[in-house]
């Protein structure tokens, strides 16, 4: 059974840095994709971040160089380490997977999703 399941989440001050942490089942890596979306009130489903099966990683413009994606496949468990918040990154956040990778993920093609965690960056 494929779970994702995010935590990590909270609040943080601008400037500050934050990991936010995908559990997922054994056999998830072996197969997907994962990646990292946002979603902000009244705002779309944001693509931010995917690393793929061969470790390849991809990132949107709107965090490249202050967020990184990582895996660790013992834990079975994906991170998004996140730096230099801003207060317009405040958003849920949202762990993903997918069976493929690249620049850009639509969220049309996730085919499992992460219930969120709430990240609220304060001025």
């Known amino acids: 059974q494929v779970q994702l399941v995010e935590s990590g989440g909270g609040l943080v001050t601008a400037g500050g840095s934050l990991r936010l942490s995908c559990s997922a089942s054994?056999?998830?890596?072996?197969?997907?994709?994962m990646s990292w979306f946002r979603q902000a009130p009244g705002k779309e489903r944001e693509f931010l971040s995917t690393?793929?099966?061969?470790?390849?990683?991809y990132y949107d413009d709107s965090v490249k160089g202050r967020f990184t994606i990582s895996r660790d496949n013992v834990q079975n468990t994906i991170y998004l380490q996140m730096n230099s918040l801003k207060p317009e990154d405040t958003a849920v956040y949202y762990c993903?997977?997918?069976?493929?990778?690249?620049?850009?993920?639509?969220?049309?093609?996730?085919?499992?999703w992460g219930e969120g965690t709430l990240v609220t960056v304060s001025s």
């Open positions: 054994g056999h998830i890596f072996n197969n997907y994709a």
């Open positions: 690393i793929a099966r061969s470790g390849n990683t």
């Open positions: 993903a997977a997918q069976l493929g990778a690249g620049p850009k993920i639509s969220a049309r093609v996730v085919e499992y």
